[in-house]
Each structure stands twice: as structure tokens, then as C-alpha cells.
Nanobody, 124 residues
């Protein structure tokens, strides 16, 4: 089992940058693939970015490709999301998630462990 705690959310102006972190408990962090999801008010939770267990492979939603970067440090049990060129439509609660699956399908229903989320607000 793994517990996830996100941090780094806040208020930023459009065009600005923000970096999110997700700290995981447990000694087997390297066995989990990790992902970031987000949920805006009145909308369904959606995939943002995912990363393989080793960190060698990363995946992005089309809406954030080229602006967001996911990375992980297995020695620190932490996954990161660097967000640049932020837009008002990026405003949402951002969640970190983990599971033991292998592959490129990161659906919200398929992820096993979730953090409580951190709010990102982008003002236009």
C-alpha cells in the first residue's frame, strides 16, 4: 500500500509556472507507475500526465503536451509535475495517483491509490 500527499498548488497568473510534488510513503515506490490527474469544477477527472516505474517513459494529455513535464525521483519517493505557460483552463484540483499496472492506459477508474489533491488556480 502507498499513501500519496500532493503539494505545490496555488494561485498563478496566466503564462506563469507552478511546480507540484507528490510524496509517497512506503519502500516500494519504484514498483508503481505514477500519474497526475485533474478535476475542474463541474467536470470529470481527467488524465494529465503519466510516468513509468523507471521514469524512462512519460505520457501526456494533448492539452498539456509541450507545457507540462512529469518526472520522478525514486530515491526520494517523489513524483513531480512542472507546469509552464499556464492557462486559465488549467485551473483544477490536481491529484497524484499510483498503481502497479504496466502500460500506457492511465484511466482514473484504473488507478489504485490517490492523494487528496492540491488546488491550482490560474488567473487570466
Amino acid at each position: 500500500q502507498v499513501q500519496l500527499v500532493e503539494s505545490g498548488g496555488g494561485l498563478v497568473q496566466a503564462g506563469g509556472s507552478l511546480s507540484l510534488s507528490c510524496a509517497a510513503s512506503g519502500r516500494t515506490f519504484r514498483n508503481y507507475r505514477m500519474a497526475w490527474f485533474r478535476q475542474a469544477p463541474g467536470k470529470e477527472r481527467e488524465f494529465v500526465a503519466g510516468i513509468s516505474r523507471s521514469g524512462d517513459n512519460t505520457y501526456y494529455a494533448d492539452s498539456v503536451k509541450g507545457r507540462f513535464t512529469i518526472s520522478r525521483d525514486n530515491a526520494k519517493n517523489t513524483v513531480y509535475l512542472q507546469m509552464n505557460s499556464l492557462k486559465a483552463e488549467d485551473t483544477a484540483v490536481y491529484y497524484c495517483a499510483a498503481d502497479l499496472k504496466i502500460g500506457t492506459n492511465f484511466s482514473p477508474a484504473g488507478m489504485t491509490y490517490w492523494g487528496k489533491g492540491t488546488l491550482v488556480t490560474v488567473s487570466s
